[in-house]
Nanobody, 128 residues
């Protein structure tokens, strides 16, 4: 069983930075592909970023250039550094783990169904 616990969400102002972290329990964390998704009020959950077990990062167009995903295989964590935040970034942010080592095309990293485990989410509110 793999457990994911997100932290770091809070209320900030437009232009601020925030760092989210996800702690992952799992014996084979180094082999997991990790993703961050978010769900804004009244909207469907959407892909934000992913990082493969080889540490290749991928981003949605909405956050590219502002957000950075990193992983620490020694601490079993994946972080999301968010800069220049905008009210449009207000959402609950979820961490997800893809435990299969089957390689998928980068476009598939956006698909929720490839991820096996999910955290409970951490709320980010950006005020203007």
């Amino acid at each position: 069983q793999v457990q994911l616990v997100e932290s770091g969400g809070r209320s900030v102002q437009t232009g601020d930075s925030l760092r989210l972290s996800c702690a992952v329990s799992g014996r084979n964390y180094i082999t997991y592909t990790m993703g961050w998704f978010r769900q804004a009020p009244g909207k469907e959950r959407e892909f934000v970023a992913a990082i493969t077990w080889g540490a290749d990062p991928y981003y949605s167009e909405a956050v590219k250039g502002r957000f950075t995903i990193t992983r620490d295989n020694g601490r079993n964590t994946v972080d999301l550094q968010m800069n220049n935040l905008d009210p449009e970034d207000t959402a609950v942010y979820y961490c997800a783990a893809k435990t299969s080592m089957v390689v998928v095309e980068p476009a598939r990293l956006r698909a929720e169904e490839i991820y096996d485990y999910w955290g409970q989410g951490t709320r980010v509110t950006v005020s203007s």
